[in-house]
Protein backbone atom coordinates (compact mmCIF):
# COMPACT_ATOMS: atom_id res chain seq x y z
CA UNK A 1 0.00 0.00 0.00
CA UNK A 2 1.70 3.80 -0.97
CA UNK A 3 0.81 6.28 1.60
CA UNK A 4 -1.96 8.83 0.94
CA UNK A 5 -1.04 12.32 -0.48
CA UNK A 6 2.18 10.46 -2.00
CA UNK A 7 3.15 11.10 -5.77
CA UNK A 8 2.82 7.10 -5.94
CA UNK A 9 -0.60 7.21 -4.06
CA UNK A 10 -2.01 10.00 -6.45
CA UNK A 11 -0.14 8.06 -9.57
CA UNK A 12 -1.98 5.01 -8.54
CA UNK A 13 -4.89 6.45 -10.11
CA UNK A 14 -4.55 7.00 -14.42
CA UNK A 15 -6.92 8.58 -16.96
CA UNK A 16 -6.43 9.84 -20.22
CA UNK A 17 -6.82 13.69 -20.80
CA UNK A 18 -10.29 15.11 -21.34
CA UNK A 19 -10.59 17.69 -24.16
CA UNK A 20 -6.91 18.25 -24.13
CA UNK A 21 -6.89 21.50 -25.93
CA UNK A 22 -9.51 23.44 -23.63
CA UNK A 23 -7.25 26.43 -22.32
CA UNK A 24 -7.69 26.86 -18.80
CA UNK A 25 -6.38 29.43 -15.95
CA UNK A 26 -5.97 27.93 -12.65
CA UNK A 27 -7.11 30.75 -10.77
CA UNK A 28 -6.20 29.24 -7.51
CA UNK A 29 -2.76 27.99 -6.10
CA UNK A 30 -0.06 28.19 -3.46
CA UNK A 31 3.62 28.17 -3.23
CA UNK A 32 5.74 27.47 -0.15
CA UNK A 33 8.85 26.34 1.30
CA UNK A 34 8.06 24.94 4.24
CA UNK A 35 7.68 21.64 4.83
CA UNK A 36 3.97 21.85 6.01
CA UNK A 37 1.17 20.25 3.65
CA UNK A 38 2.85 17.94 1.55
CA UNK A 39 5.88 18.95 1.64
CA UNK A 40 7.59 22.28 -0.04
CA UNK A 41 5.53 23.39 -3.44
CA UNK A 42 7.57 25.54 -5.47
CA UNK A 43 7.04 26.76 -9.20
CA UNK A 44 8.67 23.37 -10.43
CA UNK A 45 6.50 21.77 -8.23
CA UNK A 46 3.42 23.36 -10.07
CA UNK A 47 4.63 23.17 -13.16
CA UNK A 48 4.71 18.72 -12.53
CA UNK A 49 1.15 19.23 -11.88
CA UNK A 50 0.16 21.72 -14.62
CA UNK A 51 2.62 20.04 -17.34
CA UNK A 52 0.53 16.79 -16.42
CA UNK A 53 -1.67 17.01 -19.58
CA UNK A 54 -4.42 19.88 -19.11
CA UNK A 55 -3.60 22.77 -21.61
CA UNK A 56 -3.22 25.04 -18.35
CA UNK A 57 -1.89 28.22 -19.51
CA UNK A 58 -2.12 30.87 -16.32
CA UNK A 59 -1.97 30.62 -12.98
CA UNK A 60 -2.77 33.05 -10.14
CA UNK A 61 -1.05 32.28 -6.66
CA UNK A 62 -3.63 33.22 -3.64
CA UNK A 63 -1.83 33.63 -0.24
CA UNK A 64 -0.91 31.58 2.31
CA UNK A 65 1.24 32.93 4.68
CA UNK A 66 4.77 32.05 2.96
CA UNK A 67 7.67 33.77 4.06
CA UNK A 68 6.82 36.67 5.40
CA UNK A 69 9.80 38.80 6.94
CA UNK A 70 10.82 38.12 10.11
CA UNK A 71 11.37 41.80 11.10
CA UNK A 72 10.78 45.35 10.12
CA UNK A 73 7.62 46.89 10.37
CA UNK A 74 4.79 44.38 11.23
CA UNK A 75 2.52 45.96 8.50
CA UNK A 76 4.82 45.42 6.01
CA UNK A 77 5.70 41.90 7.51
CA UNK A 78 3.54 39.63 4.42
CA UNK A 79 4.98 42.03 1.62
CA UNK A 80 7.87 38.93 2.22
CA UNK A 81 5.23 36.35 0.35
CA UNK A 82 4.86 38.88 -2.30
CA UNK A 83 8.52 39.01 -3.15
CA UNK A 84 9.08 35.48 -2.46
CA UNK A 85 6.17 34.43 -5.34
CA UNK A 86 7.44 37.30 -7.70
CA UNK A 87 10.65 35.87 -7.81
CA UNK A 88 9.24 32.62 -8.32
CA UNK A 89 7.02 34.01 -11.29
CA UNK A 90 10.29 35.41 -12.60
CA UNK A 91 12.32 32.07 -12.48
CA UNK A 92 9.40 30.59 -14.10
CA UNK A 93 9.43 33.15 -16.91
CA UNK A 94 13.03 32.36 -17.58
CA UNK A 95 12.99 28.48 -17.57
CA UNK A 96 9.46 28.68 -19.81
CA UNK A 97 10.17 26.84 -22.94
CA UNK A 98 7.03 28.50 -24.33
CA UNK A 99 4.78 25.44 -22.91
CA UNK A 100 4.36 26.01 -19.30
CA UNK A 101 1.93 27.37 -17.01
CA UNK A 102 2.71 31.33 -15.97
CA UNK A 103 1.76 32.60 -12.72
CA UNK A 104 0.33 36.19 -13.90
CA UNK A 105 -1.22 37.15 -10.60
CA UNK A 106 -0.71 37.46 -7.16
CA UNK A 107 -3.59 37.82 -4.30
CA UNK A 108 -1.40 38.85 -1.38
CA UNK A 109 -2.42 39.28 2.42
CA UNK A 110 -2.72 42.13 4.71
CA UNK A 111 -4.74 43.33 7.06
CA UNK A 112 -7.63 45.27 5.67
CA UNK A 113 -8.06 46.69 8.96
CA UNK A 114 -4.65 48.60 8.99
CA UNK A 115 -5.43 52.43 9.11
CA UNK A 116 -2.58 52.90 6.88
CA UNK A 117 -3.70 50.41 4.24
CA UNK A 118 -2.97 52.54 1.31
CA UNK A 119 0.66 52.41 2.41
CA UNK A 120 0.67 48.48 2.29
CA UNK A 121 -1.20 48.45 -0.65
CA UNK A 122 1.82 50.33 -2.41
CA UNK A 123 4.09 48.27 -0.70
CA UNK A 124 3.06 44.80 -1.87
CA UNK A 125 2.13 46.63 -5.81
CA UNK A 126 5.74 47.56 -6.01
CA UNK A 127 7.04 44.27 -4.73
CA UNK A 128 4.99 41.99 -7.62
CA UNK A 129 6.44 43.53 -9.90
CA UNK A 130 3.09 43.96 -12.25
CA UNK A 131 1.32 41.01 -10.46
CA UNK A 132 -0.62 42.67 -8.01
CA UNK A 133 -4.51 41.82 -8.50
CA UNK A 134 -5.89 41.79 -4.83
CA UNK A 135 -6.12 40.60 -1.66
CA UNK A 136 -7.39 37.51 0.19
CA UNK A 137 -7.98 38.23 4.38
CA UNK A 138 -9.99 35.59 5.33
CA UNK A 139 -12.58 35.42 7.48
CA UNK A 140 -12.21 31.74 8.42
CA UNK A 141 -13.74 30.83 12.14
CA UNK A 142 -14.97 27.76 13.61
CA UNK A 143 -16.57 27.13 17.31
CA UNK A 144 -14.79 23.80 16.88
CA UNK A 145 -10.95 24.06 15.51
CA UNK A 146 -9.71 21.16 17.29
CA UNK A 147 -11.79 18.94 14.87
CA UNK A 148 -10.30 20.61 11.47
CA UNK A 149 -7.15 19.86 9.97
CA UNK A 150 -6.90 23.50 8.43
CA UNK A 151 -8.60 25.63 10.99
CA UNK A 152 -8.99 29.42 10.31
CA UNK A 153 -7.60 31.61 12.46
CA UNK A 154 -10.23 34.74 11.72
CA UNK A 155 -11.23 36.98 14.90
CA UNK A 156 -15.12 36.69 15.86
CA UNK A 157 -17.18 38.62 13.89
CA UNK A 158 -14.57 40.05 11.25
CA UNK A 159 -16.70 40.65 8.20
CA UNK A 160 -19.09 42.70 10.43
CA UNK A 161 -16.13 45.10 11.93
CA UNK A 162 -16.01 48.42 10.54
CA UNK A 163 -12.92 48.91 10.03
CA UNK A 164 -12.38 45.96 7.90
CA UNK A 165 -16.01 46.95 5.68
CA UNK A 166 -13.17 50.25 5.41
CA UNK A 167 -10.60 48.08 3.79
CA UNK A 168 -12.81 46.15 1.60
CA UNK A 169 -14.34 49.15 0.10
CA UNK A 170 -10.43 50.43 -0.30
CA UNK A 171 -9.81 48.32 -2.41
CA UNK A 172 -12.53 48.07 -4.84
CA UNK A 173 -11.45 52.03 -4.58
CA UNK A 174 -7.76 51.47 -5.42
CA UNK A 175 -9.08 48.62 -8.64
CA UNK A 176 -7.68 45.84 -6.13
CA UNK A 177 -10.43 42.37 -6.05
CA UNK A 178 -11.13 40.97 -2.21
CA UNK A 179 -11.04 37.17 -1.71
CA UNK A 180 -11.60 35.40 0.99
CA UNK A 181 -12.70 31.43 2.57
CA UNK A 182 -14.87 30.76 5.48
CA UNK A 183 -16.93 28.19 6.59
CA UNK A 184 -20.90 27.23 5.40
CA UNK A 185 -22.18 28.72 8.84
CA UNK A 186 -20.51 31.84 8.05
CA UNK A 187 -21.97 32.88 4.71
CA UNK A 188 -25.06 35.13 5.91
CA UNK A 189 -21.84 37.19 7.53
CA UNK A 190 -20.24 37.35 3.96
CA UNK A 191 -23.12 37.88 2.37
CA UNK A 192 -23.85 41.24 4.39
CA UNK A 193 -20.40 42.01 3.61
CA UNK A 194 -20.43 42.21 0.05
CA UNK A 195 -23.92 44.30 0.34
CA UNK A 196 -21.76 46.47 2.49
CA UNK A 197 -19.01 47.04 -0.23
CA UNK A 198 -21.40 46.79 -3.36
CA UNK A 199 -18.03 48.38 -5.43
CA UNK A 200 -15.47 45.69 -4.52
CA UNK A 201 -15.23 43.30 -6.71
CA UNK A 202 -15.32 39.78 -4.03
CA UNK A 203 -14.42 36.04 -5.12
CA UNK A 204 -15.75 33.38 -2.95
CA UNK A 205 -13.47 30.36 -2.56
CA UNK A 206 -14.29 27.02 -1.77
CA UNK A 207 -17.95 27.65 -2.22
CA UNK A 208 -18.02 28.50 1.21
CA UNK A 209 -16.51 25.40 2.30
CA UNK A 210 -19.05 23.09 3.61
CA UNK A 211 -17.60 21.09 6.45
CA UNK A 212 -18.35 17.78 6.90
CA UNK A 213 -16.07 16.47 9.96
CA UNK A 214 -16.09 16.50 13.85
CA UNK A 215 -19.51 17.51 15.17
CA UNK A 216 -20.58 18.19 10.50
CA UNK A 217 -19.80 14.54 10.02
CA UNK A 218 -23.30 13.61 10.40
CA UNK A 219 -25.13 16.64 9.36
CA UNK A 220 -24.02 16.69 5.33
CA UNK A 221 -27.54 17.06 3.88
CA UNK A 222 -29.04 19.52 6.57
CA UNK A 223 -25.40 21.59 5.85
CA UNK A 224 -26.18 21.20 1.98
CA UNK A 225 -29.72 22.20 2.50
CA UNK A 226 -29.01 25.50 3.85
CA UNK A 227 -25.70 25.70 2.22
CA UNK A 228 -27.94 26.13 -1.18
CA UNK A 229 -30.09 28.70 0.35
CA UNK A 230 -27.16 30.72 1.30
CA UNK A 231 -25.43 30.21 -1.83
CA UNK A 232 -28.64 32.16 -3.85
CA UNK A 233 -28.48 34.57 -1.25
CA UNK A 234 -24.90 35.13 -1.98
CA UNK A 235 -25.24 35.51 -5.65
CA UNK A 236 -27.65 38.29 -5.56
CA UNK A 237 -24.76 40.26 -4.69
CA UNK A 238 -23.81 41.15 -8.08
CA UNK A 239 -20.10 42.41 -7.16
CA UNK A 240 -19.50 38.61 -5.77
CA UNK A 241 -17.77 35.94 -8.47
CA UNK A 242 -17.38 32.29 -7.36
CA UNK A 243 -14.49 29.86 -7.37
CA UNK A 244 -15.55 26.39 -8.03
CA UNK A 245 -13.13 23.85 -6.18
CA UNK A 246 -11.77 23.70 -2.78
CA UNK A 247 -13.91 20.95 -2.06
CA UNK A 248 -11.81 17.77 -1.72
CA UNK A 249 -9.57 19.52 1.46
CA UNK A 250 -10.32 16.45 4.33
CA UNK A 251 -12.27 18.89 6.67
CA UNK A 252 -14.83 18.84 3.99
CA UNK A 253 -15.18 15.38 5.16
CA UNK A 254 -15.22 12.92 2.30
CA UNK A 255 -12.18 10.90 3.39
CA UNK A 256 -10.36 10.65 0.47
CA UNK A 257 -6.99 11.36 1.62
CA UNK A 258 -6.95 8.43 3.85
CA UNK A 259 -8.09 5.58 1.30
CA UNK A 260 -5.91 3.22 -0.45
CA UNK A 261 -6.28 4.63 -3.60
CA UNK A 262 -7.33 8.34 -3.87
CA UNK A 263 -10.68 8.74 -6.31
CA UNK A 264 -11.24 8.74 -10.15
CA UNK A 265 -12.69 11.40 -11.76
CA UNK A 266 -16.16 9.75 -11.80
CA UNK A 267 -16.26 9.27 -7.88
CA UNK A 268 -15.77 12.98 -7.91
CA UNK A 269 -18.08 14.29 -10.14
CA UNK A 270 -20.66 11.46 -8.10
CA UNK A 271 -19.67 13.17 -4.54
CA UNK A 272 -19.38 16.94 -5.63
CA UNK A 273 -21.58 17.70 -8.81
CA UNK A 274 -24.44 19.00 -7.16
CA UNK A 275 -22.13 21.91 -5.32
CA UNK A 276 -21.08 22.97 -8.55
CA UNK A 277 -24.37 22.77 -10.18
CA UNK A 278 -25.87 24.34 -7.44
CA UNK A 279 -23.49 27.77 -7.43
CA UNK A 280 -23.05 27.79 -11.59
CA UNK A 281 -26.92 27.87 -11.71
CA UNK A 282 -26.91 30.46 -9.05
CA UNK A 283 -23.90 32.93 -10.24
CA UNK A 284 -23.94 32.07 -13.90
CA UNK A 285 -21.30 30.91 -15.99
CA UNK A 286 -19.80 34.51 -16.37
CA UNK A 287 -19.47 34.80 -13.03
CA UNK A 288 -17.92 31.48 -12.07
CA UNK A 289 -13.88 30.10 -12.07
CA UNK A 290 -12.97 26.87 -11.50
CA UNK A 291 -10.01 26.18 -9.01
CA UNK A 292 -7.09 23.80 -8.05
CA UNK A 293 -6.72 24.61 -4.59
CA UNK A 294 -3.33 22.82 -4.71
CA UNK A 295 -1.22 21.73 -3.06
CA UNK A 296 -3.94 21.96 -0.80
CA UNK A 297 -6.48 19.57 -2.45
CA UNK A 298 -3.47 17.14 -3.66
CA UNK A 299 -3.76 15.42 -0.46
CA UNK A 300 -6.58 13.80 -2.31
CA UNK A 301 -6.50 13.46 -5.59
CA UNK A 302 -4.27 14.21 -8.41
CA UNK A 303 -4.01 17.50 -10.88
CA UNK A 304 -5.46 15.56 -13.79
CA UNK A 305 -8.32 13.58 -12.01
CA UNK A 306 -9.12 16.91 -11.06
CA UNK A 307 -9.42 18.78 -13.95
CA UNK A 308 -10.91 15.22 -15.73
CA UNK A 309 -13.92 15.57 -13.03
CA UNK A 310 -14.51 19.48 -13.82
CA UNK A 311 -14.50 18.90 -17.59
CA UNK A 312 -16.78 16.07 -17.15
CA UNK A 313 -19.12 18.24 -14.83
CA UNK A 314 -18.84 21.16 -17.51
CA UNK A 315 -20.08 19.12 -20.39
CA UNK A 316 -23.18 19.75 -19.81
CA UNK A 317 -22.59 23.41 -20.54
CA UNK A 318 -21.67 25.52 -24.04
CA UNK A 319 -18.65 25.26 -25.15
CA UNK A 320 -19.23 29.65 -24.50
CA UNK A 321 -20.10 28.50 -20.56
CA UNK A 322 -17.25 26.22 -20.61
CA UNK A 323 -14.71 28.83 -21.71
CA UNK A 324 -15.95 31.43 -19.01
CA UNK A 325 -15.61 28.98 -16.19
CA UNK A 326 -12.34 27.52 -16.95
CA UNK A 327 -10.84 30.92 -18.50
CA UNK A 328 -12.50 33.84 -19.20
CA UNK A 329 -13.89 34.31 -15.84
CA UNK A 330 -10.54 34.02 -14.10
CA UNK A 331 -9.10 36.44 -16.86
CA UNK A 332 -11.73 39.04 -16.42
CA UNK A 333 -11.96 39.48 -12.54
CA UNK A 334 -7.78 38.89 -11.90
CA UNK A 335 -7.01 41.14 -15.04
CA UNK A 336 -4.62 38.75 -16.82
CA UNK A 337 -5.38 40.20 -20.22
CA UNK A 338 -3.22 43.15 -18.75
Not at 96 to 114: C, E, F
Not at 128 to 155: C, E, K, N, V, Y
Request: proline share 6%.
Amino acid sequence: MTTPGTQAWLDSIQEPIIDADRPIIDPHHHLWHSPGINGAYLHDNLWADTDSGHKIEKTVFIECGANYHKSGPEHLRSVGETEFVAAQAQLSREQNNGQQAQISGIVAHTDLRLPNLEEVMASHAASSTGLLRGIRHAGARDPHPQALMIAGRAPQGLYADPDFRRGVALLGQLGYSFDTWHYHHQNADFAALAHAAPDTTMVLDHFGTPLGVGPYATEREAIFKAWQQDIATIAGCSNVVAKLGGLAMPDNGFGWHEGTTPPNSDAFVAAQARYYHHTIECFGPERCMFESNFPVDRLSLSYPILWNGLKKIAASYSDSEQHAMFYGTAERVYRLAE
